[in-house]
């Protein structure tokens, strides 16, 4: 009866033991997911000097993460494409809105990880202590960048006036708050650069402007806080701070399909899903369920260089706006316009991208296409694309495309367009800069850029519906320039369409101006991944475990252990 009696109660204590370890276990688990009260800890509470003291200080419990970043394209803004073999990233490649990052660096480089990049030779000095780890992780309204700081916020007692004359004064930063407001990285922390990429919000991408950092349903299923609440990393999801989702060829990609598959794939419920499902063999998610971008913000649609230089009454660089109040001629710039609501232009896209930087030739009797997004049909699938013209200078002579020196690196800098509004000046010592061999002959060529549209998901409900593809009157797809022959073109511009596509199980049921039922897409976010007990963990468990056995026996003992 005693043995039995003890036998019990030990069975019973390692049941309660491993119970309760379990408990303490998984409760580290989550502590571990969870990003801790920076505000806490005292090597963050200041004051620092300098950002740089506040890397140093970061790195005492995170003595890798500026390594990794140091590693990334984010920090070096350089990319051997390892197919051409061309060096891309921003610091190589030509674009037609703001041209070229050298020999503008104090201005470009208010949107690069790091601290002082100031001019070419930041990556010769730099340390690791240069690496910004606040403009990720701080909190943006605490902290914030200085636009012509080379990557520095505004420090000492007074405000800084950016643009000059503008009256706009940007305020210095409290380095210890910024510090201890410190999260993991949230929508307004990418979209600190990403939204106001090309010089100001919406410039650029089409598809991300501010209205992105607290998006409505309407704007994007996914991001919206009224929806699923998504941030950029739960699709970006770093590696050792290597961030994926370039386009650069070799660069690792995200796609639809990283979530939306398996049980969670689309188009399951709906009636004609056999169809849509057929049609993701040639297009791209994003080609339906992004029926217009630009639906927040007004995005810039062409950048015209060559009529900058115009000065108003009071010598200053001329402004003009529309109605809406877009600025639709800047002395500083030149001539743009801007749309909302636009309807994507679409093409093949097989996953290659190739650029043009200085040292390419061109044909100057053509648009000249900056990003040309591979592809054609049998070759990759239809995605939506933002299209930026633009007319830029370029070497007459050698055709080649120009760097020009537009911003100030100094208050001694006379060659820099914005300074002598002489672009001879601006061009020689641009193209000096980089190296590169430059005739003394300019003029301008048109050109065009083009952006893939990823973001700006819509609800199913407002996704495009097929007969605003398969019709004969300005229907979206352009099947002749997607390499469609006439027939082809005839079978497939009337609903239902009668080329290769499977006969719908049943009608439409909706309104012509609205799409039909698909199945509601997954309403969590992609999972963060499941940390790993450390070693200590595990051993912390084990003694918990013991220590509760113990104790059991112990308390058994005294209770009733002396009677035999």
Same mark, same amino acid.
């Given at each position: 009866?005693?043995?039995t009696?003890?036998?019990i109660?030990?069975?019973?204590?390692l049941?309660?033991?491993?119970?309760l370890a379990?408990?303490?276990s998984q409760?580290?688990?989550?502590?571990?997911?969870?990003t801790?009260?920076?505000?806490?800890?005292p090597?963050?509470?200041?004051?620092?000097?300098?950002?740089?003291?506040?890397?140093a200080a970061?790195?005492?419990?995170?003595?890798?993460? /500026?390594?990794?970043?140091?590693?990334t394209?984010?920090w070096k803004?350089s990319?051997?494409?390892p197919i051409?073999g061309?060096e891309?990233?921003?610091n190589?490649v030509?674009?037609?809105?703001?041209?070229?990052l050298?020999?503008?660096?104090p201005?470009?480089?208010s949107?690069h990880v790091?601290y002082?990049y100031?001019?070419?030779?930041?990556?010769?000095?730099?340390?690791?202590?240069?690496?910004?780890?606040?403009?990720c992780?701080?909190d943006?309204?605490?902290y914030?960048k200085f636009?012509?700081?080379?990557?520095?916020?505004?420090?000492?007692?007074e405000?800084?006036e950016f643009?000059?004359?503008s009256?706009?004064m940007?305020?210095?930063v409290?380095?210890a708050?910024a510090?201890q407001?410190?999260?993991?990285?949230?929508?307004?922390?990418?979209?600190?650069?990403h939204f106001?990429g090309?010089g100001g919000?919406a410039v650029k991408?089409g598809?991300?402007?501010?209205?992105?950092g607290?998006?409505?349903?309407?704007?994007d299923?996914?991001m919206?806080?009224?929806?699923?609440?998504m941030t950029?990393?739960n699709?970006?999801?770093?590696?050792?701070?290597? $961030?994926?989702?370039m386009?650069?060829?070799?660069?690792?990609r995200? /796609?639809?399909?990283?979530c939306?598959?398996?049980d969670?794939?689309?188009?399951?419920?709906?009636?004609l899903g056999?169809?849509?499902?057929q049609h993701?063999e040639?297009l791209?998610?994003?080609?339906?369920?992004?029926p217009?971008?630009?639906?927040?913000?007004a995005?810039?649609m062409?950048?015209?260089w060559?009529t900058a230089g115009e000065?108003?009454e009071d010598?200053k660089?001329?402004?003009?706006?529309?109605?809406a109040?877009?600025?639709i001629?800047?002395?500083?710039?030149?001539t743009?316009?801007?749309e909302?609501n636009v309807?994507?232009?679409?093409q093949w896209w097989?996953g290659?991208?190739?650029?043009?930087?200085?040292?390419?030739?061109i044909?100057?009797?053509?648009?000249?296409?900056?990003?040309?997004f591979?592809?054609?049909r049998?070759d990759?699938?239809?995605y939506p694309?933002?299209?930026?013209?633009?007319k830029q200078?370029y070497?007459k002579?050698n055709n080649?495309?120009?760097?020009?020196?537009?911003?100030?690196?100094?208050?001694?800098?006379?060659?820099?367009?914005?300074?002598?509004?002489?672009?001879?000046?601006?061009?020689?010592?641009g193209?000096?800069?980089?190296?590169a061999e430059y005739?003394?002959?300019?003029?301008?060529?048109?050109t065009?850029?083009?952006?893939v549209q990823?973001?700006q998901? /819509?609800p199913?409900?407002?996704?495009?519906q097929?007969?605003e593809c398969h019709?004969?009157?300005s229907?979206?797809?352009d099947?002749?320039?997607?390499g469609?022959?006439?027939?082809?073109v005839?079978?497939?511009t009337?609903?239902?369409?009668?080329?290769?596509?499977?006969?719908?199980?049943?009608?439409?049921?909706?309104?012509?101006?609205?799409v039909?039922?698909v199945?509601?897409?997954?309403t969590?976010p992609?999972a963060?991944p499941t940390p $790993?007990?450390t070693a200590e963990?595990g051993?912390m468990?084990?003694?918990i /475990?013991?220590?509760i056995?113990?104790l059991v026996?112990?308390?058994a003992?005294?209770a009733?252990?002396?009677?035999?």
């Amino acid at each position: 009866m005693f043995k039995t009696r003890w036998m019990i109660v030990f069975i019973l204590a390692l049941a309660l033991a491993f119970a309760l370890a379990g408990v303490f276990s998984q409760q580290a688990v989550v502590a571990q997911t969870q990003t801790p009260d920076h505000s806490v800890f005292p090597q963050l509470a200041g004051p620092f000097e300098k950002p740089t003291d506040v890397t140093a200080a970061c790195l005492t419990c995170h003595p890798n993460a /500026a390594k990794e970043i140091m590693g990334t394209v984010h920090w070096k803004w350089s990319y051997t494409d390892p197919i051409t073999g061309q060096e891309l990233g921003k610091n190589n490649v030509i674009n037609n809105y703001c041209i070229a990052l050298p020999a503008n660096e104090p201005r470009c480089t208010s949107c690069h990880v790091g601290y002082g990049y100031k001019d070419k030779t930041f990556f010769e000095t730099a340390t690791e202590n240069n690496v910004d780890c606040l403009v990720c992780h701080a909190d943006t309204a605490i902290y914030k960048k200085f636009p012509a700081g080379a990557g520095n916020p505004v420090l000492g007692a007074e405000p800084k006036e950016f643009p000059a004359g503008s009256g706009k004064m940007w305020n210095p930063v409290d380095l210890a708050k910024a510090a201890q407001s410190v999260r993991k990285p949230g929508r307004d922390n990418c979209g600190s650069c990403h939204f106001f990429g090309g010089g100001g919000d919406a410039v650029k991408h089409g598809d991300l402007d501010a209205t992105m950092g607290t998006p409505a349903k309407d704007l994007d299923v996914h991001m919206s806080p009224d929806t699923m609440n998504m941030t950029c990393s739960n699709c970006h999801q770093a590696d050792a701070h290597n $961030v994926p989702g370039m386009i650069y060829n070799g660069e690792a990609r995200v /796609a639809c399909e990283d979530c939306h598959t398996g049980d969670q794939a689309p188009h399951q419920k709906s009636a004609l899903g056999a169809t849509l499902t057929q049609h993701t063999e040639n297009l791209a998610c994003q080609t339906c369920h992004i029926p217009a971008f630009a639906r927040g913000e007004a995005t810039k649609m062409s950048w015209d260089w060559s009529t900058a230089g115009e000065k108003g009454e009071d010598g200053k660089p001329l402004v003009k706006k529309d109605e809406a109040g877009h600025v639709i001629y800047d002395g500083q710039k030149g001539t743009f316009t801007s749309e909302q609501n636009v309807r994507p232009y679409y093409q093949w896209w097989n996953g290659q991208t190739m650029f043009l930087t200085v040292n390419d030739k061109i044909d100057p009797s053509q648009v000249v296409t900056l990003s040309d997004f591979q592809g054609a049909r049998g070759d990759g699938k239809i995605y939506p694309f933002k299209r930026f013209t633009g007319k830029q200078p370029y070497d007459k002579i050698n055709n080649t495309l120009i760097v020009p020196n537009l911003f100030p690196n100094s208050p001694e800098d006379a060659d820099a367009y914005w300074k002598g509004y002489d672009w001879q000046k601006a061009i020689t010592s641009g193209m000096t800069y980089v190296g590169a061999e430059y005739s003394g002959e300019y003029d301008f060529v048109e050109t065009e850029f083009f952006w893939v549209q990823n973001h700006q998901v /819509a609800p199913k409900e407002n996704a495009v519906q097929c007969q605003e593809c398969h019709t004969a009157e300005s229907g979206r797809l352009d099947f002749t320039a997607l390499g469609y022959n006439a027939e082809e073109v005839a079978a497939l511009t009337v609903f239902p369409p009668t080329l290769g596509q499977p006969e719908p199980t049943a009608e439409p049921t909706v309104a012509p101006t609205e799409v039909p039922a698909v199945v509601e897409q997954p309403t969590q976010p992609a999972a963060e991944p499941t940390p $790993v007990p450390t070693a200590e963990g595990g051993s912390m468990t084990m003694w918990i /475990a013991l220590a509760i056995v113990a104790l059991v026996i112990v308390v058994a003992y005294l209770a009733f252990g002396r009677k035999k």
